[in-house]
């Protein structure tokens, strides 16, 4: 199943779900909790992020080609971190370059995003995938020079600028996959691809992900948890490939779609 949260013309947010033949008809309630599927085509003024996450969890260096080409270890535990909920931007929108906190270095990463559909607390492995609602895209937008030399010796403000979490176009259940951790994952900048890989690549799988991230910690309905990212990013490429005005990046998972947003300077 797909779901879609949408803006109506009119200003109204709800979600929307995708027949055999692609229309989006309404739902009545949420994917969180309970629903229905009505006939009522949806009236979508805007696609917006799938989901209003709570909170939302990074893991970095998850991707061993990544960790390889950054000059890091592979590490022995998930590497964790936060993005703030204003983080977030919808499918289409612009990601901004920050002007007051300037950052020159600001580049694109490609993601498997897991969205937790109910609350859950030490979950084992075994059991972690049970309390996954499903999957989406996204791209965890880094300001490198904050990430790295300016922020203090953490990643988090490097990584929470507005607009830096595009999500999106909508997020698939797991029914519609036979495994996430075998997913081809792409970015293109400007319509060429620099990143293509799998996540068979990752370090630690989605069930161990949320398994420990649920340790001594209650993931609240709607967490986001952006699962890392792969080999190919602008930081690593000779010169680096950072993002500028009038960029398009796309960030593409198969089974689930592409994720668009053009670049532009904070205004």
């Given at each position: 199943?797909?779901?879609?949260?949408?803006?109506?013309?009119?200003?109204?947010?709800?979600?929307?779900?995708?027949?055999?033949?692609?229309?989006?008809?309404?739902?009545?309630?949420?994917?969180?909790?309970?629903?229905?599927?009505?006939?009522r085509?949806?009236?979508?003024?805007?696609?917006?992020?799938?989901?209003?996450?709570?909170?939302?969890?990074?893991?970095?260096?998850?991707y061993?080609?990544?960790?390889?080409?950054?000059?890091?270890?592979v590490?022995?535990?998930?590497?964790?971190?936060?993005?703030?909920?204003?983080a977030?931007?919808?499918?289409?929108?612009?990601?901004?370059?920050?002007?007051?906190?300037?950052?020159?270095?600001?580049?694109y990463?490609?993601?498997l995003?897991?969205?937790?559909?109910?609350?859950c607390k030490?979950?084992?492995?075994?059991?972690?995938?049970?309390?996954v609602?499903?999957?989406?895209?996204?791209?965890d937008?880094?300001a490198r020079?904050?990430?790295?030399?300016?922020?203090?010796?953490?990643?988090?403000?490097?990584?929470?600028?507005?607009?830096?979490c595009?999500?999106?176009?909508?997020?698939?259940?797991?029914?519609?996959?036979?495994?996430?951790?075998?997913l081809?994952?792409?970015?293109?900048?400007?319509?060429?691809?620099?990143?293509?890989?799998?996540?068979?690549?990752?370090?630690?799988?989605?069930?161990?992900?949320?398994?420990?991230?649920?340790?001594?910690?209650?993931?609240?309905?709607?967490?986001?948890?952006?699962?890392?990212t792969?080999?190919?990013?602008?930081?690593?490429?000779?010169?680096?490939?950072?993002?500028?005005?009038?960029?398009?990046?796309?960030?593409?998972?198969?089974?689930?779609?592409?994720?668009?947003?053009?670049?532009?300077?904070?205004?």
């Open positions: 199943m797909r779901f879609y949260r949408f803006e109506s013309p009119n200003g109204t947010v709800a979600y929307a779900t995708e027949t055999p033949d692609g229309t989006l008809v309404e739902l009545d309630g949420t994917p969180l909790g309970d629903f229905s599927v009505t006939d085509v949806a009236d979508v003024g805007r696609l917006l992020a799938p989901i209003a996450p709570p909170v939302i969890y990074g893991i970095g260096l998850n061993r080609r990544h960790a390889a080409e950054s000059n890091m270890a590490p022995e535990r998930p590497v964790v971190f936060f993005k703030a909920v204003s977030l931007q919808n499918p289409d929108a612009p990601i901004e370059l920050p002007t007051r906190l300037a950052s020159n270095e600001v580049d990463e490609v993601e995003a897991v969205v937790i559909g109910k609350a030490n979950v084992s492995r075994e059991e972690a995938l049970d309390y609602l499903g999957y989406t895209v996204a791209n937008v880094s020079d904050w990430q790295i030399r300016l922020g203090g010796g953490q990643w988090s403000r490097g990584k929470t600028f507005d607009t830096f595009p999500l999106g176009p909508c997020i698939v259940t797991l029914d519609e996959f036979d495994d996430p951790n075998a081809p994952l792409h970015t293109r900048l400007n319509g060429e691809t620099v990143q293509n890989s799998n996540t068979s690549d990752l370090i630690f799988d989605v069930a161990s992900v949320v398994a420990f991230l649920s340790g001594s910690t209650t993931l609240l309905p709607g967490t986001v948890i952006l699962t890392g792969p080999e190919g990013v602008g930081m690593a490429a000779s010169p680096p490939r950072w993002l500028r005005p009038g960029d398009v990046v796309e960030c593409e998972i198969d089974g689930i779609g592409t994720l668009r947003n053009p670049v532009v300077a904070e205004g």
